[in-house]
């Protein structure tokens, strides 16, 4: 069992940064492979990053390639989400979703899931 928990969120203008952190539970942190989503209201759950359980593979959706970077600490159990030239449009509900020795895009896939926190970036 994994349990995660973000942090980080909040309100920002448009072409600040955040940071969003997701503290781990559990042993194996280092066999998962983590992701973050997103969700606006009134939309789907869509993929932003991952970040593999071994040699730091880390695809990204082409709306933050460029802008966003994932990373993980396996000592602290975090991986976390710097987010950078933030624009309106990710405004949105961010989770953190973890899966053992596997990695992809699609929500579907991950096993453990956080409850999420809100990023609001003000034009």
């Known amino acids: 069992q994994v349990q995660l928990v973000e942090s980080g969120g909040g309100l920002v203008q448009a072409g600040g940064s955040l940071r969003l952190s997701c503290a781990a539970s559990?042993?194996?942190?280092?066999?998962?492979?983590l992701a973050w989503f997103r969700q606006a209201p009134g939309k789907e759950r869509e993929f932003v990053a991952a970040i593999s359980w071994s040699l730091g593979y880390t695809p990204y959706a082409d709306s933050v390639k460029g802008r966003f970077t994932i990373s993980r600490d396996n000592a602290k159990n975090t991986v976390y989400l710097q987010m950078s030239s933030l624009k309106p449009e990710d405004t949105a509900v961010y989770y953190c979703?973890?899966?053992?020795?596997?990695?992809?895009?699609?929500?579907?896939?991950?096993?453990?899931w956080g409850q999420g926190t809100q990023v609001t970036v003000s034009s």
């Open positions: 559990g042993r194996t942190f280092s066999s998962y492979s």
């Open positions: 979703a973890a899966v053992e020795r596997t990695i992809a895009s699609m929500s579907s896939v991950y096993r453990y």
